[in-house]
Nanobody, 118 residues
Framework: QVSLVESGGGLVQPGGSLRLSCAASGHTFSTYAMGWFRQAPGKEREFVAGLMWSGSASSYADSVRGRFTISKNIPKNEVYLQMNSLKPEDTAIYYC???????????WGQGTQVTVSS
């Protein structure tokens, strides 16, 4: 069993920055990839960014590419999402997720709220 706990959300003005963290605990040795998703009110959950646990390959949604950066700290079993140039449309609950096989996100955190507003 793996537990994912997000932190770092909050209220920020447009153009500002936030850094989200996700700490994984439990049987993390079989991690294939980690990622971030978000869900805005009235919308479906969407992929934001993903990162292979072995190696450096990463991917981003078109809406955040160039503004958000995903990174990891393997010894700490943590993954981060640096969010710059935030826009009101980035407002959502952000979820950390984990894959142990290529085609399915198997573990999810509880989410952290990010609100971008003046």
């Amino acid at each position: 069993q793996v537990s994912l706990v997000e932190s770092g959300g909050g209220l920020v003005q447009p153009g500002g920055s936030l850094r989200l963290s996700c700490a994984a605990s439990g049987h993390t040795f079989s991690t294939y990839a980690m990622g971030w998703f978000r869900q805005a009110p009235g919308k479906e959950r969407e992929f934001v960014a993903g990162l292979m646990w072995s190696g450096s390959a990463s991917s981003y949604a078109d809406s955040v590419r160039g503004r958000f950066t995903i990174s990891k700290n393997i010894p700490k079993n943590e993954v981060y999402l640096q969010m710059n140039s935030l826009k009101p449309e980035d407002t959502a609950i952000y979820y950390c997720a984990r894959k142990i096989i290529k085609d399915r996100w198997s573990d999810w955190g509880q989410g952290t709220q990010v609100t971008v507003s003046s």
